[in-house]
């Protein structure tokens, strides 16, 4: 192959985007790296445009560039692999995800999905099919050794739906509980193909109408997290029913683009997904899972942050009263741009709109059996952000080894240090009453210890006699009234109560407010679930005598 015309180039900044392009024979004959590199580099640009004619330059360019990439890998199929889980647009993304996605794929990009293989083998095949069709019809289920796509074809003949399509609809008229579904289909180990065919559907274009575009030419490094923390916050942005689905469709795709999946996104509910518009062309928002797949006693609540319509950060935060655990994930293409004041603006709406006053970092995010994270000092990142170590001993050694690198710049920390760090959690207190201190995976091994201790590990007994003796407690007449998501919170809060808490000495108006707070894990907002257990003292108080 002869060299290229045009080196390959590599932006750091928005300034150094050129004026010549290079020219269609070069970006021909470059590597696949190459122009994954490229095309990041000019996302990069158009997140953080220093004025508006580089902007324009640079979604001109992506328009060429992914044109240029589709005839490439029309005529070079070697190019098209190499190329494929890249999330350009054009090409392919193969991979196994959830029973929620591929049927979220399945419903919005049917024409562009296909059943790629499966790892199931036969007898697997044979016994899920049992599971779902008629046993009349055992000819056609045990007949041969076949796999999941062969197996399929026999049994749907001449229907003229593509094979995931039609193994999808099988599961939806099913009468079977969505759990099942999803351990049903997750036996299978299937990979779809998803073809990036529609502009939207990728990561080149992936992205929410932006009117207000920021232009700034100087990327902000030194952030104050409590300083920024403290401004105030606006009310979220009033949406369409299109805008919330879109929000919800931006955020499954950019994880699917990075083979990655979380709650959040995947279970989103459309209609209580919430957008904060802020400044320096920064949005970010909110996303709470459904009714049937939140979490007991926490509150797991997503985010994906935007700048200038475009997905740069996203993870999420698991509120249990004013303790959030906190994570952070910046989007590869744009790590080393404004990843502090990202997260303080981060900070800022938890804090603000949840009213958290303790975040809590896990010990994975700065290095513990994540070796990325130990090489690049993240425990640092965090420090530098008003995060300190739980620990005391560990934050003296943390405040002294922070004064070395203070008076010599090249100092390094040693990485048995930093895996020395990793045996605490990091936290960043905002208000010295907040709590609880503990994290919600104590009370869960309470409750555990409970139903062995009393119940000889028996479930069933458990749930049946707690949930008897709350509902006494609580004086509640009937649950006719109780809709399933709520039936289910009194069921797994019975235990919790059981397990922890003493309601015989209890006021009446704190039985109520108890009541009213099981009842919140079935509302359309979890919000008032969250603010009801931050306002419960009662509960508090008792929760934190049991477990100091």
């Not at 050694?397 to 990793?422: G, P, V």
């Amino acid at each position: 192959m002869t060299p290229p015309q045009h080196p390959p180039i590599i932006i750091n900044r928005p300034s150094d985007l050129p004026g010549i392009k290079p020219p269609e024979n070069a970006l021909k004959q470059w590597k696949a790296k190459d122009i994954v590199k490229y095309h990041d580099a000019l996302l990069s640009v158009m997140a953080w445009p220093e004025n508006k004619e580089q902007l324009q330059q640079a979604k001109t360019e992506m328009v060429r560039l992914t044109s240029i990439i589709k005839e490439i890998i029309s005529v070079d199929k070697m190019m098209d692999y190499k190329l494929s889980g890249s999330g350009i647009a054009g090409t392919e993304l193969t991979g196994c995800f959830s029973y929620a996605i591929t049927r979220w794929l399945v419903n919005d990009f049917s024409n562009d999905l296909e059943l790629h293989s499966s790892e199931a083998n036969p007898e697997t095949v044979r016994l899920f099919f049992l599971q779902l069709i008629p046993s009349i019809e055992y000819e056609s289920v045990t007949t041969g050794e076949l796999g999941l796509i062969q197996r399929i074809r026999k049994i749907k003949g001449k229907n003229n739906s593509t094979d995931i399509k039609w193994l999808i609809s099988l599961f939806e008229t099913v009468a079977i509980s969505y759990h099942a579904k999803e351990f049903l289909f997750n036996e299978l180990k299937i990979f779809v193909t998803w073809k990036l065919n529609l502009p939207f559907a990728s990561r080149s274009y992936s992205c929410l109408p932006q009117k207000n575009i920021f232009y700034d030419p100087k990327l902000l490094k030194a952030t104050d997290v409590k300083k920024i923390g403290q401004r105030k916050l606006p009310l979220p942005n009033r949406l369409s029913i299109k805008q919330k689905k879109q929000l919800v469709d931006v955020a499954k795709s950019t994880l699917l683009f990075i083979y990655r999946e979380t709650d959040p996104f995947t279970f989103a509910s459309a209609d209580a997904v919430k957008l904060f518009t802020l400044e320096k062309g920064y949005s970010i928002g909110l996303y709470s899972m459904q009714k049937g797949h939140r979490l007991s006693i926490e509150s797991y609540i997503g985010y994906l942050v935007f700048k200038n319509g475009i997905p740069v950060s996203y993870g999420g935060g698991w509120i249990f009263g004013k303790r959030c655990q906190f994570g952070i994930n910046i989007l590869e293409p744009f790590r080393g741009s404004e990843s502090g004041y990202i997260f303080s603006l981060l900070i800022r709406v938890y804090h603000q709109y949840f009213d958290v006053n303790r975040f809590v970092v896990k010990p994975y995010q700065f290095g513990k059996n994540n070796k990325e994270a130990l090489k690049s000092g993240a425990f640092w990142f965090y420090y530098k952000h008003g995060f300190r170590p739980e620990d005391v001993q560990l934050q003296k050694l943390a405040d002294d080894e922070w004064d070395k690198k203070a008076i010599d710049k090249r100092y390094r920390t040693s990485i048995d240090l930093l895996k020395k760090f990793t045996s605490s959690n990091l936290v960043l207190l905002l208000s010295k009453k907040s709590v609880p201190v503990f994290d919600a995976s104590v009370v869960s091994l309470a409750i555990t210890s409970y139903i062995n201790q009393q119940f000889n590990g028996n479930r069933n007994k458990a749930v049946a006699a707690s949930e008897k003796k709350t509902i006494t407690e609580l004086n509640i007449k009937n649950l006719t009234s109780w809709n399933t998501y709520e039936r289910e919170a009194l069921i797994q809060w019975s235990l919790l109560v059981q397990a922890m808490l003493d309601l015989s000495k209890w006021k009446m108006e704190e039985k109520k407010q108890l009541l009213k707070l099981i009842k919140s894990k079935g509302d359309d907002e979890e919000l008032n679930f969250i603010k009801m257990l931050q306002g419960h003292r009662r509960l508090w108080k008792e929760l934190c005598n049991k477990l100091s």
